[in-house]
């Protein structure tokens, strides 16, 4: 069964990652945000948001199983998504 949101969901985890300026939070939170829906299957969903340098990811999931691959998974995305960042071009 599907949960229904992150905030309904029995399992629930928050990843917090912080970076050195709003625009590069902003970049790699962009970067991420079009996966959210993309990756969501049966037994979890996600979330991205930012609020100034600190990009959010939550994760619910039905199972205990579900939650750790969910979160190793956005891990994965954040982490490719901030190299991409160090080589965005400056404006």
């Known amino acids: 069964m599907a949960a229904e949101s992150t905030d ?3 399992h629930r985890l928050s990843l917090q990652f912080d970076y050195d300026t709003e625009r590069r939070a902003r970049v790699v939170e962009r970067a991420v945000r ?5 990756i969501d299957d049966a037994r979890s969903t996600a979330r991205v948001g930012r609020t100034g340098r600190t990009v959010e990811v939550r994760i619910g999931a039905a199972d205990l199983v579900a ?5 190793n998974t956005w891990r994965r995305l954040l982490s490719v998504a901030e190299q991409v ?3 965005a071009p400056r404006r």
């Open 85 to 87: 960042a160090e080589t």
């Open 8 to 10: 309904d969901a029995p």
């Open 34 to 38: 079009v996966e959210v829906g993309e």
């Open 67 to 71: 939650l750790r691959a969910g979160a």
